[in-house]
Protein backbone atom coordinates (compact mmCIF):
# COMPACT_ATOMS: atom_id res chain seq x y z
CA UNK A 1 0.00 0.00 0.00
CA UNK A 2 3.13 2.42 0.96
CA UNK A 3 4.65 1.22 -2.72
CA UNK A 4 1.26 2.18 -4.34
CA UNK A 5 1.09 5.56 -2.33
CA UNK A 6 4.00 6.92 -3.08
CA UNK A 7 4.05 5.71 -7.00
CA UNK A 8 0.82 7.87 -7.04
CA UNK A 9 2.49 11.16 -5.30
CA UNK A 10 5.22 10.76 -7.15
CA UNK A 11 2.85 10.80 -10.63
CA UNK A 12 0.86 13.95 -9.59
CA UNK A 13 4.08 15.98 -8.73
CA UNK A 14 5.54 14.73 -12.22
CA UNK A 15 2.80 15.69 -14.46
CA UNK A 16 1.86 18.54 -12.10
CA UNK A 17 5.63 20.37 -13.44
CA UNK A 18 5.58 19.34 -16.39
CA UNK A 19 2.33 21.09 -16.59
CA UNK A 20 3.32 24.13 -15.46
CA UNK A 21 6.46 24.80 -18.32
CA UNK A 22 3.35 26.49 -20.35
CA UNK A 23 3.64 29.94 -21.18
CA UNK A 24 0.82 31.91 -20.66
CA UNK A 25 -1.44 33.11 -23.73
CA UNK A 26 -4.18 35.14 -24.27
CA UNK A 27 -4.64 33.18 -27.95
CA UNK A 28 -3.09 30.26 -29.08
CA UNK A 29 -2.00 32.35 -32.27
CA UNK A 30 0.48 34.18 -29.48
CA UNK A 31 3.84 34.23 -29.61
CA UNK A 32 5.54 31.07 -27.67
CA UNK A 33 7.88 33.77 -25.43
CA UNK A 34 7.74 37.02 -24.48
CA UNK A 35 11.22 37.69 -25.22
CA UNK A 36 10.53 36.94 -28.83
CA UNK A 37 10.29 39.77 -31.27
CA UNK A 38 6.88 39.49 -33.29
CA UNK A 39 7.18 39.22 -37.35
CA UNK A 40 4.22 39.31 -39.32
CA UNK A 41 3.83 35.84 -40.20
CA UNK A 42 3.00 35.08 -36.26
CA UNK A 43 -0.36 37.44 -36.99
CA UNK A 44 -3.43 36.14 -35.88
CA UNK A 45 -5.40 35.26 -39.04
CA UNK A 46 -9.09 37.32 -39.12
CA UNK A 47 -11.51 34.30 -38.09
CA UNK A 48 -9.01 33.29 -35.12
CA UNK A 49 -9.01 36.82 -33.94
CA UNK A 50 -13.14 37.08 -34.07
CA UNK A 51 -13.89 33.83 -32.63
CA UNK A 52 -11.27 34.87 -29.90
CA UNK A 53 -12.67 38.31 -29.53
CA UNK A 54 -16.85 36.92 -29.58
CA UNK A 55 -15.20 34.45 -26.38
CA UNK A 56 -13.49 36.95 -24.28
CA UNK A 57 -16.68 39.55 -24.63
CA UNK A 58 -19.08 37.41 -23.89
CA UNK A 59 -20.96 37.72 -20.24
CA UNK A 60 -19.91 34.42 -19.01
CA UNK A 61 -16.39 34.35 -20.07
CA UNK A 62 -15.38 37.87 -18.29
CA UNK A 63 -17.32 36.95 -15.36
CA UNK A 64 -14.99 33.63 -15.25
CA UNK A 65 -11.97 35.53 -15.52
CA UNK A 66 -13.03 38.19 -12.81
CA UNK A 67 -13.63 35.06 -10.44
CA UNK A 68 -10.54 33.71 -11.11
CA UNK A 69 -8.71 36.56 -10.28
CA UNK A 70 -10.80 37.61 -7.05
CA UNK A 71 -10.16 33.55 -6.10
CA UNK A 72 -6.40 34.24 -6.24
CA UNK A 73 -6.32 37.52 -4.77
CA UNK A 74 -8.35 35.80 -2.05
CA UNK A 75 -6.08 33.15 -1.62
CA UNK A 76 -2.86 34.93 -2.05
CA UNK A 77 -4.31 37.13 1.13
CA UNK A 78 -5.24 34.30 3.33
CA UNK A 79 -1.81 32.38 2.62
CA UNK A 80 0.01 36.32 2.89
CA UNK A 81 -1.72 38.13 5.37
CA UNK A 82 -2.81 40.29 2.34
CA UNK A 83 0.44 41.44 1.41
CA UNK A 84 2.27 40.72 -2.23
CA UNK A 85 4.58 38.87 -1.28
CA UNK A 86 5.92 35.25 -1.85
CA UNK A 87 4.13 35.69 -5.13
CA UNK A 88 4.67 32.16 -7.58
CA UNK A 89 5.57 33.92 -11.12
CA UNK A 90 2.93 31.63 -12.61
CA UNK A 91 0.21 32.54 -10.47
CA UNK A 92 1.74 36.08 -11.28
CA UNK A 93 1.83 35.96 -15.06
CA UNK A 94 -1.94 33.79 -14.92
CA UNK A 95 -3.13 36.46 -13.88
CA UNK A 96 -2.44 39.33 -15.85
CA UNK A 97 -2.85 37.22 -18.58
CA UNK A 98 -6.83 36.78 -17.62
CA UNK A 99 -6.38 40.31 -17.13
CA UNK A 100 -6.02 41.21 -20.58
CA UNK A 101 -7.70 38.73 -22.10
CA UNK A 102 -10.63 40.14 -20.38
CA UNK A 103 -9.85 43.45 -21.25
CA UNK A 104 -8.25 43.28 -24.57
CA UNK A 105 -10.21 40.43 -26.06
CA UNK A 106 -8.64 40.56 -29.73
CA UNK A 107 -4.95 40.49 -28.88
CA UNK A 108 -2.57 37.90 -29.14
CA UNK A 109 -0.37 38.24 -25.97
CA UNK A 110 2.03 36.03 -24.44
CA UNK A 111 2.67 36.75 -20.69
CA UNK A 112 5.95 36.01 -18.39
CA UNK A 113 6.75 36.93 -14.84
CA UNK A 114 9.83 37.17 -12.93
CA UNK A 115 10.70 36.48 -9.44
CA UNK A 116 11.54 40.18 -8.72
CA UNK A 117 7.53 41.30 -9.96
CA UNK A 118 8.24 42.32 -13.62
CA UNK A 119 6.14 41.09 -15.73
CA UNK A 120 7.08 40.83 -19.78
CA UNK A 121 4.19 41.14 -21.82
CA UNK A 122 4.75 40.20 -25.85
CA UNK A 123 2.67 40.01 -28.77
CA UNK A 124 0.20 41.83 -31.02
CA UNK A 125 -3.06 44.11 -30.26
CA UNK A 126 -5.12 45.97 -32.79
CA UNK A 127 -4.98 49.31 -31.88
CA UNK A 128 -2.78 52.17 -30.36
CA UNK A 129 -5.96 52.46 -27.39
CA UNK A 130 -5.38 48.51 -26.75
CA UNK A 131 -1.40 48.56 -26.57
CA UNK A 132 -1.79 51.53 -23.71
CA UNK A 133 -4.42 49.32 -21.82
CA UNK A 134 -1.81 46.83 -21.17
CA UNK A 135 0.42 48.22 -18.77
CA UNK A 136 -2.07 49.76 -16.07
CA UNK A 137 -4.41 46.98 -16.97
CA UNK A 138 -1.33 44.27 -16.15
CA UNK A 139 -0.40 46.65 -12.62
CA UNK A 140 -3.95 46.16 -11.06
CA UNK A 141 -2.74 42.61 -10.05
CA UNK A 142 -1.14 42.63 -6.38
CA UNK A 143 2.56 41.52 -6.84
CA UNK A 144 3.41 43.32 -10.27
CA UNK A 145 6.05 46.30 -9.47
CA UNK A 146 7.23 46.95 -13.23
CA UNK A 147 5.40 45.77 -16.64
CA UNK A 148 7.78 45.55 -19.81
CA UNK A 149 5.84 45.69 -22.54
CA UNK A 150 7.45 44.10 -26.06
CA UNK A 151 3.90 43.96 -27.95
CA UNK A 152 3.29 46.00 -31.50
CA UNK A 153 -0.10 47.62 -33.12
CA UNK A 154 -0.71 45.20 -36.50
CA UNK A 155 -3.84 45.82 -38.23
Known amino acids: ?3 LTSLLLSSVLVLG ?3 CQDTAQTSADAPDSAGTN ?3 TEVPSAEST ?3 QEDAQSDVRRAQLDSDIRAREQRNNAFNDGA ?3 RSEADLASQVRSKLEANIPNGALTVEAEENGTVKVSGTVTNQ ?5 IEPLAKEIK ?3 NVVVNAKVVQ
Open 129 to 133: DQLNK
Open 38 to 40: VTQ
Open 1 to 3: MRK
Open 84 to 86: STN
Open 143 to 145: GVN
Open 50 to 52: QAA
Open 17 to 19: AAA
